[in-house]
């Protein structure tokens, strides 16, 4: 029989250094997230690191705040085939994890199901979650109208709070049923990305309001950092390595897992863990690494560039039908300038209007405009990769910025 995680609760928290922890990736047991404009807080259960079946890692509850992050070794995890039981878990839920959260965030190790279950039971442990539920069934799927709403009632509330007068109804657990509603609301995959989104405004905006700038943990280094948790979470918006395993490569040196050199050049060019990043290297890895690169000669390789234009373009144009939200956020989450600048290029190397270039005449330009940049179809595999990650790039871009309409 397949042995299960075994998870082992320390009596008293080792405070640990935060930089000191991570250097091998995490392994997410959840994560939770508490959206204040003021500063959001993610917390998170992680072992520290990757672990073979029998290996023992120590057990880290992160604390991220845009301006304060702390780590404290909370247990010990024996790593396992089967997934985590809840009655292990269970030990885990006095953490001080702060107000109820609204970003609720399963690990890949576990089902679906199970991920329900488990936080229908971890909600019903917060002192305030009835306050939490309350705004959330008044706003279903939409945190920006609920946070908007909370700004615009916090004068009051302050005012209220100067005279001790009592503000809102005392605070109180949930119940079974109301948690189960509140559970099911915010696992809901769009509901689940829209508040991922407000998270990530809401660090941004409580950075620049502050003006702690110089001292805070920018967005870049938080998405740094929530990029090494993600690997291990089943979220829309990213893949994981539990379910999708190409992610990490075998380098041959014993088994030691090591990313592909095309996926390590295309995160450089990336915003760590934003969704961008996420949809380009998924791409990668379902039409590229999976199909591999063609050693032939610098004809095939020239070839089958062309062809790759062609799948990312369609890709791309695919996805912004399918999943518009996703593409959207994307936008959203990018500069205009950044977005100006994709139009103006692609419109000088492909013409005034992309959508009515054919595909063979866009990836000879596009091709032609990543070679005047430097990068060849050379034996170099570096040079050969960086070309591939520029191409495929703008070829992207073309779709979700250029679609072609449908007969």
């Known amino acids: ?53 029998g290996e023992r890692r120590a057990l880290l509850h992160l604390i991220l705040n845009p301006f304060s992050q702390s780590c404290y070794e909370v247990g010990v995890v024996t790593f396992g085939e089967r997934s985590p039981s809840l009655p292990d878990l269970r030990a885990f839920f006095s953490l001080p994890f702060g107000a109820c959260p609204t970003l609720l965030m399963p690990s890949a190790l576990y089902s679906d199901e199970f991920a329900q279950n488990f936080f229908v039971e971890l909600l019903q442990s917060f002192d305030d979650g009835y306050q939490a539920w309350d705004k959330l069934r008044h706003f279903p799927g939409d945190p920006w109208k609920r ?59 409580s950075i ?12 870049e280094r938080f ?67 999976a199909e591999g690169i063609p050693e032939e000669n610098h004809s095939a390789r020239t070839r089958w560039l062309a062809t790759l234009v062609r799948h990312a373009r369609c890709w791309a144009e695919e996805l912004l039908e399918r999943d518009p939200e996703t593409v959207n956020a994307m936008f959203k989450a990018s500069a205009e300038e950044s977005i100006e600048s994709a139009r103006v290029l692609l419109r000088r190397e492909l013409g005034p209007d992309p959508a009515d270039v054919d595909d063979a005449t866009a990836a000879e330009a596009l091709m032609e405009w990543a070679n005047h940049r430097g990068l060849e179809s050379s034996e170099n595999g570096v040079e050969l990769w960086q070309l591939v990650v520029e191409v495929v790039d703008a070829a992207l871009w073309v779709g979700w910025l250029f679609p072609r309409t449908k007969d």
């Open 1 to 53: 029989m397949s042995a299960r995680f075994v998870f082992d609760r320390h009596s008293d928290c080792i405070e640990v250094d935060f930089d000191s922890v991570g250097q091998e990736g995490f392994t997410t047991v959840f994560a939770l997230g508490i959206i204040n404009p003021m500063g959001p807080t993610m917390n998170a259960l992680v072992a520290n690191g990757f672990g073979s079946v």
């Open 147 to 205: 946070v908007e709403n909370e700004m615009a009632g916090l004068p009051d509330f302050i005012a209220k709070s100067l005279k001790r007068i009592e503000t809102e109804k005392q605070p109180r657990r949930l119940t079974i049923t109301e948690a189960r509603e509140f559970a099911q609301l915010q696992l809901n995959p769009k509901n689940l990305g829209e508040e991922f989104k407000a998270f990530m405004f809401a660090w941004e905006g």
């Open 208 to 219: 620049n309001f502050s003006g702690l700038g110089g001292i805070a943990m920018s967005k």
């Open 223 to 289: 998405l740094e950092t929530f990029g090494r948790l993600a690997l291990t979470l089943r979220l829309p918006f990213m893949r994981n390595i539990i379910e999708n395993p190409e992610i990490l490569r075998d380098n041959g040196r014993g088994g030691e897992a090591e990313e592909h050199p095309l996926l390590r050049i295309a995160r450089s060019k990336y915003s760590p863990g934003g969704i961008e990043e996420s949809l380009v290297l998924r791409f990668m890895n379902d039409r590229v690494i």
